[in-house]
């Protein structure tokens, strides 16, 4: 998969109310650089998860890039995970990906 090119992020996620990042930010802990040039290009609070190519993560980086999150946006509730594996905590419930626009 070949990353996005930063101006087509640019033109799908400005003005929305939050970006939810699923995870696999950036290796070799460039994750805070890849964030804030998300959240700084867009002008728009980014929350995202750990993926399993973010690795070098310090305990600030844990904090910025949690296994998961438990997100109340627009009415949702929304867990945030990076990979969801078949199994009793998936249960029946369904998985979303979504932007909320202003």
Not at 38 to 66: E, I, Q, R, W
Not at 73 to 88: D, Q, S
Request: net charge negative.
């Amino acid at each position: 998969m070949q990353p996005c090119p930063l101006q087509a992020v640019v033109v799908y996620f400005s003005g929305m109310h939050q970006i939810l990042h699923a995870g696999d930010v950036g290796h070799h802990g460039s994750h805070k650089e890849v964030l804030q040039q998300l959240a700084t290009s867009t002008s728009t609070p980014v929350l995202a998860v750990a993926g399993n190519v973010d690795d070098k993560l310090d305990a600030a980086g844990h904090c910025m890039l949690p296994s998961h999150r438990v997100i109340h946006a627009a009415g949702w509730v929304v867990l945030l995970v990076h990979i969801v594996a078949a199994g009793p905590a998936t249960k029946s419930e369904h998985c979303i990906a979504f932007a909320v626009s202003a």
